[in-house]
């Protein structure tokens, strides 16, 4: 029988992922659209799936739209994607984040207690939640310290998946997923930010990239990779928390220089902290500059995740290293800006 799959934040990175998984295994993939742009499936045409995923109207904010798009796709799977997910605008936005990334989750649960109690949920948890480490690696074990009104919010999000299955037996799993980005990555966040950057540099239409703190490190995987350990989550009989990681962790300064390297750059370094431009050797001219304007009111210096119980108890690993991810995102953003 073909399997029906409910994905919210279909429109964003991994919604795009997952929902070409999914598809690609068969199922019915139906996606939670909240229509405020005119072109939000911008991700899904990119993968050539657009016109596959059947689009359901309606808002993690809006307990009714939930419980129609449950039964409306007659999904046994529940991906809850949908998120405000970006950091650095939870500080100007904290309520909303609070509601759309925080209670809504209590929402979707409550929609699945109404409407088909039986159905599996996968919830979008986040590294954000070790904020401030509790230790040097971070696994399933290690106590939370959020560090912006994002990682609260998810906090929230994480401990009401684990009540529900707790309370009422719900096959309800947290994924704790590490930074995963790809070519899709929206553009407001570092990785993304710097191939685009770098690409328009190179071809004109760009001067220069602004970043803030250059010294944050990141475990930073493939999101293809990632959302194939979200559905592995849900297949198993047993519902549990997972930390999803490469165990390596690096500098947005690597991530810069890299990214530099493979476009073409020959980037040096010089001055310190609020100083600090990266100059192209082969033009003398400054392409990358700190602006403290993006640094946060409180930071994540660092994240490195145990990855180890979801490759013991569900055969994941990440196929895509670091490298190879820094190169796939480079040469997509070049590809873009030349056609
Ligand atoms: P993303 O690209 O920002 O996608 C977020 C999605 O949520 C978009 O489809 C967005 O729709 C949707 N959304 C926002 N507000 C909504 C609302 N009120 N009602 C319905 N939908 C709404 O995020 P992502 O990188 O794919 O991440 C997916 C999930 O994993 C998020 O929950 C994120 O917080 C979490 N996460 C991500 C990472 C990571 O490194 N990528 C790591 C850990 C956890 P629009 O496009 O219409 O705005
Ligand atoms: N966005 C951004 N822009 N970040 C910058 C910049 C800049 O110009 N300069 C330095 N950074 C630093 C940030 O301060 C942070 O330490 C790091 O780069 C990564 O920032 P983001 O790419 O915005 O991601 P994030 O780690 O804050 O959050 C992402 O990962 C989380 C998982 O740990 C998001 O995808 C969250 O939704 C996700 O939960």
Known sequence: MTKHALITGVTGQDGAYLSQLLLNKGYEVYGLIARRGTDTQGRLRELGIADQVRLIDGDLIDLSSMIRALEKSKATEVYNLGAQSFVGTSWDQPLLTAEVTGTSVVKMLEAIRIANPEARFYQASTSEMFGQIQESIQSERTPFHPRSPYGVAKLYGHWITVNYRESFGLHASSGILFNHESPLRGTEFVTRKITLALARILHGQQTILELGNLDSKRDWG??????????????????????????????????????????????????????????????????????????????????????????????????????????????????????
Not at 248 to 258: K, L, N, P
Not at 316 to 325: M, S
Request: aromatic share 10%; charged share 25%.
């Open 222 to 339: 493939f999101a293809g990779d990632y959302v194939r350990a979200m559905w592995m989550m849900v297949q198993n009989d047993q519902p549990e928390d997972y930390v999803v990681a490469t165990g390596q962790t690096w500098t947005v300064r690597t991530f810069v220089e890299m990214a530099a390297t493979h476009a073409g750059f020959k980037l040096e370094w010089e001055g310190e902290n609020e100083n600090t431009q990266g100059i192209d050797r082969n033009t003398g001219k400054v392409i990358v500059k700190v602006n403290p304007a993006f640094y946060r009111p409180a930071e994540v210096d660092i994240l490195i995740g145990d990855p180890s119980k979801a490759n013991q108890k569900l055969g994941w690993k990440p196929e895509v290293d670091f490298e190879r991810l820094v190169s796939m995102m480079m040469e997509a953003d070049l590809r873009r800006v030349i056609s």
